[in-house]
């Protein structure tokens, strides 16, 4: 679909823990080609000091009712300006933006990392697949049980993985030193994540070492999100590339990580 | 239907509306989101002899009403330019003007002379206000006599429609203006973006890699507004005025302070769509005030 500066409706907004929402979001035109690892950016309205958009990654897509669900954790005065919506207002979206993860073959076994709102795309990517739910793997991480958001209705789809640094959900410590991401790498025949740059880095340092195929989802500061401003770019093997057209979605590969 | 076209030099244009170098791409980027054909022109992204990779990450910051940023001209260079980019660009129905960059005087000139041989390239804005890079740019529209020099030298080798855009970093913007036309220029626009800061307070250190930026958007409207309205007084030649416009009615207060053409930047960040909503807009305006031409609009301020 072409990209389009389009008002959808709020339809719910949810807290599913401290900070972190689900947005639900009523799109009035097909949303039949939104895929995961893309975003939406989204304005924030009648709040003062807040000029840019906001990008946002998609959590889920449901293309007959045309809805988008959008996981918005609170990081600044916009995200908790966005949280604050309530049901029924309109929302000026720019979508569907950046380009999404390369979709797995059907012979593949997929690990999924997650860490804190980066979780978002690694379950929708784990419902859209396709796959055998035996052969997709889901590692999520986060600080403590508290910061977790609630992936019950994904759990048809794969099997699901805990760490906290605290050890209140799951293994304690990074999802690097979870037994599934220790023992089980090279099991895998494509590594996806999305989540905290120091996260994705170690994750993405162990894939190259280990020659596994990983994409990472990155998330630099960007002021357009459709690749006018330059403003978001990353220093990539082949130079700077922009992480709201090229990407947000890299293969480890072009990194230089 | 009223009249929408302006003349600037000998190129006409369909509408006053235009986009901003460094906030529109090569136009394509942002074809999707509305008729490029509508508008007045399109001033592409900074072009420089040589490929350009611009600043360390971090870029930008959002600042109140307004932002700043620091990419430093990165682009894939004139040859680049022409081989892949004007080709697919060069039929889209409105003036396509190529925002020219240099280090040096001999880089202007010779970067001038590659565009002068494209049919399609009507025009060129000479950038001498850019704040984001070390070598060139900015240094020479700070002072009369370095402006002067590479205006001359630009126009010894470029026939067509000569626009330099100006920077607002100066005591006096009026007499860089007055610089550039003794030497031929056509038009000036104005004001390109006015150098800023922004800290960390928790780590204190600088946002931006490059520690200073180009501050954009409304939060500096008025002073564009005013060096358009001082511009317009001191030179014959049209003025093209740009800094913060957001909507229809801003447009219209740059063209009532004396701008000939205006030009539509970081509001594309916000809404690509924003700037066919203000040729709509403009129209509307027109309309309603019994106008029938633009030019009785343009610096019709009553002081």
Known sequence: MKKTVIDLLLLENKQLNKDNFLLKLQSPVPVSDIFPGQFVNVEIKDAQEIFLRRPFSVLDVDYQAQTITLLVKILGRGSKKLTEAQPGVQISTILPLGKSFTLPEKDDHILLIGGGSGVAPMLFLAKLCGLDPENVHVLIGARSITDHIDIEEYKPFGNFYFTTEDGSLGEKGYVTNHPVFTNKLNEFTKIYTCGPDLMMKAIGRIALENKLFCEVSLENMMACGFGVCLCCVEDTKAGHKCVCTDGPVFNVNDLKW | ?303
């Not at chain 2, 302006?6 to 460094?22: R, T, V």
């Not at chain 2, 007045?40 to 490929?51: D, M, P, Q, R, S």
């Not at chain 2, 030179?235 to 302070?257: H, L, Q, R, S, W």
Request: aromatic share 4%; hydrophobic share 45%.
């Open chain 2, 1 to 303: 239907m009223v009249n929408l076209g302006i003349k600037i030099h000998e190129l006409d244009f369909k509408n006053p509306i235009m986009l901003a170098s460094g906030t529109c791409g090569f136009g394509e980027e942002i074809a999707d989101f509305l008729d490029l054909s509508r508008l007045g022109g399109i001033v592409v992204k900074g072009t420089t002899l040589k490929h350009r990779e611009g600043n360390a990450y971090p870029r930008m910051a959002e600042t109140p009403s307004g932002m700043l940023n620091a990419v430093g001209l990165q682009n894939k260079g004139v040859d680049n330019f022409i081989a892949n980019i004007y080709p697919r660009i060069k039929d889209i129905d409105t003036h396509i003007i190529v925002n020219v960059n240099g280090s040096t005087i001999e880089d202007y000139v010779a970067l001038t002379e590659r565009l002068n041989e494209l049919d399609k390239i009507p025009a060129i804005e000479l950038n001498i206000s850019c704040p984001n890079v070390k070598e060139g740019g900015m240094a020479f529209g700070i002072s009369c006599p370095s402006a002067e020099a590479v205006v001359k030298a630009v126009r010894k080798v470029y026939s067509k429609t000569l626009i330099v855009k100006l920077s607002p970093n100066v005591t006096n913007i009026a007499d860089i203006a007055k610089a550039v036309e003794s030497q031929g220029a056509d038009s000036v626009s104005l004001i390109n973006t006015l150098l800023g800061m922004a800290v960390n307070a928790e780590t204190r250190k600088p946002v931006l890699s490059t520690i200073t930026g180009g501050l954009s958007g409304p939060a500096i409207k008025p002073i564009a507004l005013r060096m358009v309205w001082q511009v317009y007084n001191a030179v014959k030649i049209p003025v093209m005025g740009m800094g913060g416009i957001m909507n229809a009615t801003d447009a219209i207060e740059f063209m009532i302070a004396g701008a000939s053409t205006v030009q539509i930047g970081t509001a594309i960040f916000i809404d690509p769509t924003i700037p066919v909503q203000i040729v709509d807009g403009l129209a509307l305006y027109m309309e309603r005030h019994k106008m029938q031409s633009v030019s009785e609009l343009i610096g019709s301020l009553q002081c």
